[in-house]
């Protein structure tokens, strides 16, 4: 069953160019409600308890390294059929795969440095939003 609301971070590479308000303007204008949202540069620890789902794969450890490099902004947006339409919005994880006119279209530069980071489910959305803020943090 689609909830509606969905987790995102904005990750260190489109934060450091710059891109952090064209990419909210975006989800604002495809109609998602941001309930909670912080600016927040993660630990290695605290990146590596995030994507602890992905610790046996290969790419772990350059991942937590990247998600550590800098600073992040973590948000829980709300709409309906959430999970699915800003999966949509934000476009193939590779950029070079992504429609033209999604934020990994416009602001990723490779695979690993793809600008932006959306839940897959709707159970890993709440995992993901609860893992970054409480309950008292969301407005609405």
């Given at each position: ?5 969905t ?10 160019a710059g891109?952090t308000?064209?990419i909210?303007a ?6 998602f409600k ?5 600016l927040?540069?993660l630990?290695?620890s605290?990146?590596?308890?995030f994507?602890?789902?992905?610790a ?13 490099s800098?600073?992040i902004v973590?948000?829980?947006l ?12 934000i ?5 070079a795969?992504?429609?033209?006119g ?6 990723a530069t ?16 709440a ?9 008292d943090?969301?407005?609405g």
């Open positions: 069953m689609a909830t509606n609301r987790f995102t971070m904005i990750k260190p590479d489109a934060v450091k891109h308000g064209a909210l975006q989800i604002n204008k495809a109609g941001i309930i909670a949202m912080k927040t540069h630990t290695p605290v990146a590596g308890k994507y602890a789902v992905h046996e794969r290969p790419f772990y450890g350059e991942l937590v390294e990247f998600m550590s800098g600073p973590a948000a829980i709300e709409k309906d059929n959430a999970v699915a339409d800003f999966r949509k919005l476009g193939a994880t590779n950029p795969d992504a429609e033209a999604t934020i990994r279209a416009l602001y490779s695979i690993g440095e793809n600008a932006v980071h959306g839940a897959d489910s709707d159970e890993n959305a995992i993901e939003g609860s893992f970054h803020f409480s309950a943090q969301m407005v």
